[in-house]
């Protein structure tokens, strides 16, 4: 069945970096473009960043621009984000998900990961 | 970055009931809007997606309408597993900005 598993949360200082890992199955990975969504304790889900199936175009939020970083391994079936100079505002847990159809970059989240966390804190 | 506001951000309501949530986008973003239901402690479900299709597997209780800047989510007939926060998010620009989320209750 189509699963996405995130990776990499965990607990780390203010400065510091953290690089997610979300692997997919079940469906062919190197298709379709994949976005990272979060969401802060209690709060509303925000965005985070895109990237097209192919990696040929990347988008962030502004509140990670120039900090975090997209990438993906079409031969591992792999999307990750790199994460530098967090903060304690993205403290949260991180959601991939799987853009609805392939090839496009403007469609609906069809299915997501169960997210991992990620706690900022000296 | 264009803006989503969902209304009301909680309500309460009864099993039965039919309820309906609105989303407003602050620019037209044409059909390009999804709904999403999300439980405590879970990843968020796709309802809705281009304003009214109905994702497979989603019970036909739910319903989607709208376009350019003005949309809603309507539940016919309240089961108790739809008690949950429900999210508009558009996807018509590179932002993919979601509601801030509306938390149904039951009352």
């Known amino acids: 069945q189509v699963q996405l598993v995130e990776s990499g949360g965990g607990v780390v200082q203010p400065g510091g970096s953290l690089r997610l890992s979300c692997a997919a199955s079940?469906?062919?990975?190197?298709?379709?473009?994949m976005h990272w969504v979060r969401q802060a304790p209690g709060k509303g889900l925000e965005w985070v960043a895109f990237?097209?199936?192919?990696?040929?175009?990347?988008y962030y939020a502004d509140s990670v621009k120039g900090r975090f970083t997209i990438s993906r391994d079409n031969s591992k079936n792999t999307l990750y984000l790199q994460m530098n100079s967090l903060r304690a505002e993205d403290t949260a847990v991180y959601y991939c998900?799987?853009?609805?159809?392939?090839?496009?970059?403007?469609?609906?989240?069809?299915?997501w990961g169960q997210g991992t966390m990620v706690t900022v804190s000296s | 970055a264009i803006r989503m506001t969902q209304s009301p951000s909680s309500f309460s309501a009864s099993t039965g009931d039919r309820v309906t949530i609105t989303c407003r986008a602050s620019?037209?973003?044409?059909?390009?809007l999804a709904w999403y239901q999300q439980k405590p402690g879970k990843a968020p479900k796709l309802l809705i997606y281009?304003?009214?299709t109905l994702q497979s597997g989603v019970p036909s209780r739910f319903s989607g309408s709208g376009s350019g800047t003005d949309f809603t989510l309507t539940i016919s007939c309240l089961q108790s597993e739809d008690f949950a926060t429900y999210y508009c998010?558009?996807?018509?620009?590179?932002?993919?900005?979601f509601g801030q989320g509306t938390k149904l209750e039951i009352k």
């Open positions: 990237i097209r199936y192919d990696g040929s175009n990347k």
């Open positions: 998900a799987k853009v609805g159809r392939p090839t496009v970059g403007d469609d609906a989240f069809d299915i």
């Open positions: 079940g469906f062919t990975f190197s298709s379709y473009g």
């Open positions: 281009a304003a009214s």
């Open positions: 998010q558009q996807y018509y620009s590179y932002s993919y900005t």
């Open positions: 620019q037209g973003i044409s059909s390009y």
